[in-house]
């Protein structure tokens, strides 16, 4: 048998190089815009060398793959090779009928194979309108019909034109869980995105059928029960049920039995300190005796990868190992793990019509050519989300094969980015109206614009404010603003104040999470008084040019910026005169801390501020009164030291406490309201007059009150009702608070 195959393959051999023929030239037949010498180095035709049968279908594959052609034919003929081609018509245009939005039929078009000027093909065409028939479904025209139609012209090119019937939007009237679920249905609603059609949601895109969105819940429904210890939950099936025009979601759940963490160990390197794992074991000392959760093990996890941040050992990983022991106890077993070396070696970012690369790039944490570090890339999508300018950010992270490089892919969806905000607060002898513009993304390089009116019964304020998050393309931050504020108090106080100013400042991360805030400010500002002023504030009456420089240091520690669950922030300010018509030092201190009980989210906010004049009364306008979210129900710049009018003056020591709790037990279905309750405490005290007719006493205020932010059509829109546990007689009380807000499509300029 052997020597059966040997001979064959002599013989194969032979027969090829007998009936082998040189190619000398090449004759093209029927052509039209593909020349000679394009199909020559098309199908790597090369003169001179010998082709035989083989060599001659070899020929005719890499013809085929260039896709210009429908048909080819080719024969030798005395050492001439003949290539008979029938090209495909080229296509003039792609069109789409049926899309009303421009941006929607651009999205299409990215999608599809078949473009301007390439050539046609009827398969790929059938496949492009099944890219379309899925796009649309995505967007919940699930009864999508999709044609398409072949114009010829006269140039012997074609046009393609898909006629779009986009029907109704498949609606979601019903979602239901089924199997071994513990919870009720609208607790486990509240964890998927999908959502039922209600009246008030009528434009949000949740309510469609969704494949994609289907896989998302049947994810975040799985993480769901991890996290309440659910360590073997599978989410067995899902389906979509059509009946009366809407379609019902159906969620077959086997949760199985919830499991408790036993015992935990930390198994390290012999060579490596366990000194620097502390923090690691502190957290697996957490674990023990508790209930079994994902998010628990991924902080562990994160703890370790902190370590390689700090480069205390470069490239290390971790892995888990999870035994079931004993009924329903589980043993974990955190391994570090010296990882392969990976290396950065190129970043792509995709989806950025508006928004210029450079500021994307701007909020990695990892470069082109640095080490790859899971933490740090992590910090960098978390970045990208708090600029507030992306409805979504993607990211992959690719292997290169045979190497020990990574490529990033980061994709972003632009959002609207402008804002049209009005504010009102109502209380029982006025109220206070807002309104703002601002832009998040002006000129598409991510810096903010935000104009803004703020009207009460005795102050106007105007003021422009342009943010840079990242100055010049550096990690430097820049803001500038200019503001104009008129306090007319002359019928009740007896005074009136008029500000200009301007004020510019500067920030960057000095050290990790620590940032440094310098700032000047410079104000003029005019003081007019009549026969109603105490003789403390007519003392004051002139003309003032003040400036001051300021720092912060800023040290944050949140999880997120925004509906922040986890970890603390903390600052210190304080603003200096520089040229100065008053000498007056202003420190402050904030503290806030977040802690999250399985569903319950906790906060604890502290506010300190002192005032001081170094040779003179602090000025009327430069005393202090307490925010409006530190003391909520009480009106800002209303309790404190009064004058022998019950007039308010400010105070030189501004304190409050606050704590606030989300409400998740109140109306679970109402997936878009968040409720809340909160206890604060506070005052405003000091009067540094030096005078007897002012009040100072030192009393306590206590405000408690419950809030409710809706996620409206136009925006969301808070609500929030206090009720003041301690007053004095002389405070103004706002028992109820309101803001509302929408947004419009920036618009992207260009420069000449």
């Known amino acids: 048998m052997k020597y059966f195959k040997i001979i064959f393959l002599l013989f194969f051999f032979l ?379 993607k990211d992959e992270v690719v292997s290169i094969d045979n190497s020990q490089q990574k490529n990033i892919n980061i994709t972003v969806e632009e959002k609207p980015t402008g804002e049209i905000l009005a504010s009102a607060g109502v209380g029982n002898d006025g109220g206070t109206v807002g309104f703002s513009v601002s832009e998040k993304n002006f000129m598409g390089r991510g810096i903010g614009l935000v104009t803004s009116l703020n009207l009460s019964e005795e102050k106007i304020k105007g003021e422009f404010t342009v943010n840079n998050p990242n100055f010049n393309y550096t990690e430097k931050s820049l803001a500038t603003s200019v503001f104009a504020i008129n306090t007319d108090k002359m019928e009740e106080s007896g005074y009136d104040s008029s500000e200009i100013g301007f004020s510019f400042g500067t920030g960057f991360e000095q050290y990790d999470n620590l940032f440094f805030n310098p700032s000047f400010k410079t104000v003029a500002e005019k003081l007019e008084t009549n026969s109603l002023a105490s003789n403390s504030i007519k003392k004051q009456e002139g003309n003032y040019f003040t400036s001051t420089i300021g720092y912060a240091f800023d040290y944050d520690l949140r999880n ?58 602090v000025r009327i306008s430069e005393r202090l009164g307490l925010p409006r979210n530190r003391l909520r129900g009480f009106k800002p710049g209303r309790i404190g030291p009064v004058d022998q009018g019950d007039d308010h003056v400010g105070g030189n020591y501004a304190a409050a406490l606050s704590f606030t709790t989300n409400l998740p037990m109140i109306a679970p279905s109402l997936q878009d309201f968040e409720f809340n309750y909160f206890f604060d405490i506070g005052n405003v005290w000091g009067a540094d007059y030096r005078a007897s007719d002012f009040d100072d006493s030192n009393y306590l205020r206590v405000s408690t009150g419950a809030g409710i932010e809706w996620w409206t059509p136009v925006g969301p829109l808070s609500l929030t009702f206090s009720h003041a546990l301690q007053k004095r007689t002389t405070d103004e009380f706002e028992g109820f608070q309101f803001n509302i807000g929408t947004t419009f499509w920036c618009i992207k300029f260009y420069y000449l």
Do not use: C
């Open 15 to 393: 027969y090829n190089s007998v009936n082998a023929e040189i190619i000398r030239d090449v004759k093209v037949k029927n052509n039209k815009r593909v020349s000679k010498e394009s199909i020559i180095a098309f199908g790597n035709i090369k003169l001179g060398s010998d082709y035989n049968e083989s060599d001659i279908n070899d020929v005719l594959i890499e013809l085929y793959n260039t896709n210009f052609f429908s048909d080819i034919k080719l024969k030798i003929e005395n050492g001439i090779l003949i290539v008979d081609v029938e090209e495909k018509k080229i296509i003039q245009s792609v069109l789409i009928e049926g899309i009303k939005s421009k941006e929607n039929t651009s999205k299409i078009l990215k999608q599809l194979k078949l473009k301007d000027k390439s050539p046609f093909d009827e398969f790929t065409a059938e496949q492009d309108i099944n890219k379309i028939k899925n796009a649309l479904y995505r967007s919940g025209y699930y009864f999508a019909k999709v044609d398409a139609k072949v114009n010829e012209n006269n140039n012997d090119t074609l046009d393609i034109i898909y006629t779009i019937d986009t029907g109704e939007k498949a609606l979601i009237k019903n979602i239901k869980f089924t199997g071994d679920k513990f919870y009720k249905d609208r607790k486990l609603r509240s964890a998927i995105v999908s959502e039922e059609t209600k009246f008030w949601k009528f434009i949000s895109n949740k309510k469609y059928l969704d494949i994609d969105r289907i896989e998302l819940d049947k994810r975040l429904l799985k993480n769901f029960y991890l996290n309440k210890g659910f360590y073997n939950v599978e989410i067995e099936s899902s389906s979509a049920v059509f009946n009366d025009n809407f379609f019902e979601l159906i969620y077959n759940i086997n949760a199985g039995s919830k499991y408790f963490i036993k015992e935990v160990k930390l198994d390290i390197p012999i060579d490596y300190n366990p000194k620097d794992f502390k923090d690691v074991q502190k957290s697996i000392e957490k674990l023990r005796n508790t209930k079994y959760s994902f998010n628990k093990i991924n902080k562990v996890i994160k703890e370790i990868d902190k370590i390689s941040v700090a480069r205390l050992y470069d490239f290390i990983d971790a892995t888990i190992e999870i035994n079931e022991v004993d009924q329903n106890k589980l043993n974990l077993k955190f391994t570090v793990i010296e990882s392969d070396k990976f290396f950065v070696n190129k970043i792509n970012v995709f989806g950025n019509n508006i928004t210029e690369e450079k500021v994307i790039r701007n909020q990695l944490e990892v470069d082109e050519g640095d080490p790859f570090n899971k933490l740090l890339h992590a910090k960098s999508i978390n970045n990208l989300k708090a600029l507030r300018i992306f409805e979504n950010v």
């Open 560 to 617: 997120q910026k925004f509906q922040t669950t986890d970890g603390f922030r903390s600052k210190f300010t304080q603003t200096l005169p520089v040229v100065s018509d008053s000498n007056t030092i202003t420190t402050g201190f904030i503290y806030d801390q977040y802690l999250s009980f399985e569903e319950l989210t906790t906060s604890m906010g502290l506010y300190l501020k002192n005032a001081v004049g170094l040779s003179d009364d």
